[in-house]
């Protein structure tokens, strides 16, 4: 059975996303929860715009950019990745 939660390192990710403007931080956090209920981010950008409210198609797109690995299947964060192996 798969943990329903994951370790967050808070001093990580506040200096993880210092740089990011706060609508690209709070996108970044919708898509860690998606990938951890999910596994990966789909390819179908217009599908995963409704899981980051509230953000526009180019928010999305410098957050996966910035935070996320792309492959054929979808998109996923690396140091999640690991985190939920462990």
Do not use: W
């Not at 996303?17 to 956090?29: G, K």
């Not at 180019?58 to 690396?78: H, I, Q, R, S």
């Amino acid at each position: 059975m798969k943990d329903p939660a994951f370790l967050f390192y808070s001093k990580d990710f506040y200096e993880g996303t210092r740089l990011m403007l706060p609508e690209e931080r709070a996108c970044y956090v919708d898509l860690l929860i998606y990938q951890h209920q999910n596994e990966i981010i789909p390819l179908d950008l217009k599908r995963v715009l409704l899981y980051c409210s509230g953000v526009d198609l180019a928010t999305l797109e410098a957050t996966l950019e910035a935070k996320f690995v792309k492959t054929d299947k979808g998109y996923y964060n690396d140091r999640l990745k690991d985190e939920v192996l462990k």
